[in-house]
């Protein structure tokens, strides 16, 4: 397998942009999480679903975020429009069913975005 | 909602030396405690992880103790390298739930 896949790997962009980061988790995996790394305030829990569903957004920044999951393997993180406080590491996550009790989520290698 | 606590932030050991770092939490249902390593631009990785009913767990190198009483657990690196600096997170996870709450994580720096 593959891993967590995340495109595109960096980003730049100016402030008012749309901005759309893309996570492929690994198959087989039914919760899928996204978080953000800055130095500041370290790594937080955006939002994470559980079969295509969001069970928990309480970590989505502003109304300017939102997140989906069409299918089982994709799920989308939009930024509309984008502020230079959100330049920042995005990271997403996923772990198979906990009904072996094992809860290791699987990091993809992060997509970095700028907003100048 | 939980709260993790990870101190110190930074560490600095000579090679060969042990290095300890603390973490405590807040939420007394927290069931599993993951410590992750993050080298420079990449992923965090899991090294080693602990569940409630276990006191301790080793792994080569790396020992991990749980102290539910007190809330708080550590990471232990013993025969330090130079590979293993990092940054380290350690997170827990609330009994039923899936959401890791992270320390502030440890950068670590093994010198030679």
């Known amino acids: 397998d593959a891993g967590v896949i995340q495109s595109p790997r960096h980003e730049v962009t100016e402030m008012g942009q749309e901005v759309t980061l893309r996570c492929k988790p690994i198959?087989?995996?039914?919760?899928l999480f996204w978080y953000r790394q800055t130095m500041m305030r370290g790594l937080e829990l955006l939002i994470y679903?559980?079969?295509?569903?969001?069970?928990?957004d309480s970590g989505m920044p502003e109304d300017r975020f939102s997140a989906k999951m069409p299918n089982a393997s994709f799920s989308t993180l939009k930024i509309q429009p984008s502020e230079p406080r959100d330049s920042a590491v995005y990271f997403c996550?996923?772990?198979?069913?906990?009904?072996?009790?094992?809860?290791?989520?699987?990091f993809g290698p992060g997509t970095r975005l700028t907003v100048l | 909602g939980e709260n993790v606590e990870q101190h110190p932030s930074t560490l600095s050991v000579q090679e060969g030396d042990s290095a300890v770092i603390k973490c405590t939490y807040s939420?007394?249902?927290?069931?599993?405690f993951p410590w992750y390593k993050q080298e420079l631009g990449k992923r965090p990785q899991l090294i080693i992880d602990?569940?409630?009913?276990?006191g301790e767990k080793k792994d080569q190198r790396i020992a991990v103790t749980l102290n539910k009483t007190a809330k708080h657990f550590s990471l232990h690196i013993t025969e330090t390298q130079p590979e293993d600096s990092a940054v380290y997170f350690c997170?827990?996870?609330?009994?039923?739930?899936?959401?890791?709450?992270f320390g502030t994580g440890t950068q670590l720096k093994v010198e030679l």
């Open positions: 996550a996923s772990i198979p069913s906990l009904a072996g009790g094992h809860n290791e989520q699987f």
């Open positions: 198959s087989g995996h039914d919760y």
């Open positions: 679903f559980n079969n295509n569903v969001p069970i928990d």
């Open positions: 939420d007394s249902a927290s069931n599993y």
């Open positions: 602990i569940r409630s009913n276990v």
């Open positions: 997170a827990a996870i609330t009994g039923g739930g899936n959401k890791l709450t």
